[in-house]
């Protein structure tokens, strides 16, 4: 809770979000517990419940929820600015789309660029199986196999070529 970091400035949330969380939890907790709590006059949650919405917090609370509309409508790309140009060649003046997506909780996500790695031209072409598949070998030296092995060392990983009449075991 805030209540530790006091000495940090801005550390405690806005007085009417206090509020509105004891009007939340006011069926759970005794509203004078939690107004202490909170450090919030008793006398001030009253009022605020009394209170009508005047018409910049009315004005705040549709564009708020325009921008949500429009956010959700890119799927999460747009960022700021892009929602207020949306916006306003919809005919919705406004300058505070920054601070609403903030106040909101959302911030834009960029796709990933998608890269194709593999190019398929057709057939694809395969190394022949010179020996298919059959390791067995009559004499020494009459069929020999590569494989690289990894050895951990202090230093980290180095490869060493290893040739063997058979196969490596694995």
Same mark, same amino acid.
């Given at each position: 809770?805030?209540?530790?970091?006091?000495?940090?400035?801005?550390?405690?949330?806005?007085?009417?979000?206090?509020?509105?969380?004891?009007?939340?939890?006011?069926?759970?907790?005794?509203?004078?517990?939690?107004?202490?709590?909170?450090?919030?006059?008793?006398?001030?949650?009253?009022?605020?419940?009394?209170?009508?919405?005047?018409?910049?917090?009315? +004005? &705040?609370?549709? =564009?708020? /929820? $325009?921008?949500?509309?429009?956010?959700?409508?890119?799927?999460?790309?747009? #960022?700021?600015?892009?929602?207020?140009?949306?916006?306003?060649?919809?005919?919705?003046?406004?300058?505070?789309?920054?601070?609403?997506?903030?106040?909101?909780?959302?911030?834009?996500?960029?796709?990933?660029?998608?890269?194709?790695?593999?190019?398929?031209?057709?057939?694809?072409? +395969? &190394?022949?199986? =010179?020996? /298919? $598949?059959?390791?067995?070998?009559?004499?020494?030296?009459?069929?020999?196999? #590569?494989?690289?092995?990894?050895?951990?060392?202090?230093?980290?990983?180095?490869?060493?070529?290893?040739?063997?009449?058979?196969?490596?075991?694995?």
């Amino acid at each position: 809770m805030w209540t530790e970091a006091r000495a940090t400035v801005g550390c405690r949330p806005r007085a009417e979000y206090r509020v509105a969380l004891i009007e939340v939890e006011k069926a759970n907790y005794p509203v004078l517990w939690m107004c202490s709590m909170l450090k919030v006059a008793r006398s001030s949650f009253y009022a605020w419940r009394s209170r009508a919405e005047t018409p910049t917090g009315l +004005r &705040r609370r549709r =564009l708020g /929820e $325009r921008v949500a509309s429009m956010f959700e409508a890119s799927r999460g790309t747009y #960022g700021c600015r892009r929602v207020a140009a949306a916006l306003n060649r919809q005919g919705t003046a406004c300058r505070m789309v920054a601070d609403l997506m903030h106040e909101l909780g959302l911030k834009a996500r960029q796709p990933r660029a998608y890269k194709v790695t593999t190019i398929h031209g057709g057939q694809v072409w +395969r &190394r022949p199986d =010179l020996i /298919e $598949r059959d390791f067995t070998a009559g004499l020494p030296g009459e069929r020999l196999l #590569g494989d690289i092995t990894y050895l951990r060392t202090g230093q980290g990983w180095p490869t060493s070529p290893r040739s063997s009449t058979q196969p490596p075991a694995r």
